[in-house]
């Protein structure tokens, strides 16, 4: 049933990180720590981490420069760049099988864009999980236009980059909803004037989620 707020919605912006992409931060968390990286909660957790994954989602820094500081924090400057990016990598479970049939049925009915930050060696990762797995060359087939964080050199939370996606496409905020299942991105969403909700369930149930908020 159609709810007063998905009434108006006419402009759908996907995350992709457990929105879409099934990722699992423990997992990354446990590969990183026995790189020997000590403070791993610290370091890179859900909702706060290193400066140095902020800078490699905005590419303020290369994957090279990612590496260097990883070998520092973990002491170990033989950590060759294979093993780094495994770890790193490691955090990417699964992409359920009809999702991306979710995301086309969506694409009929709403405008429907794609934001995440990201990274190039996550990009490059997930880039090539989507050849192997379902033949597609990208996740633009699925949406109207995707925007990756490193190549906008902007990121989540921050209303610049929603109100990039806003401009780009001459969205009206009141009729777009932005998802994600990040509290604190939704936060920088409400103040760009976008609608959001909170995905709070696993990747498989997306198209359950969409239904029963009345969007399919």
Known sequence: METVLTQKIKNIIFDYGNVIFEIDFKKAQNALA??????????????????????????????????????????NASLTDEEIDTAWNSIFVDIPEDVNETLLEAKVKYRTFLLSNTNEIHYNYFTDYIKKKFGMESNDQLFEKVYYSQQMLLRKPDVEIFQKVIDDNNLIPEETLFIDDSPQHLVGAQKAGLNVLLMDRHPKELKAFLVDHGLL
């Open 34 to 75: 026995q790189l020997g990286i000590p403070n791993i909660e610290a370091f890179f957790g859900h909702k706060g981490h290193n400066d140095l994954f902020s800078q490699l989602e905005t590419g303020s820094i290369t994957p090279t420069q990612f590496r260097t500081g990883i070998r520092e924090a973990a002491s």
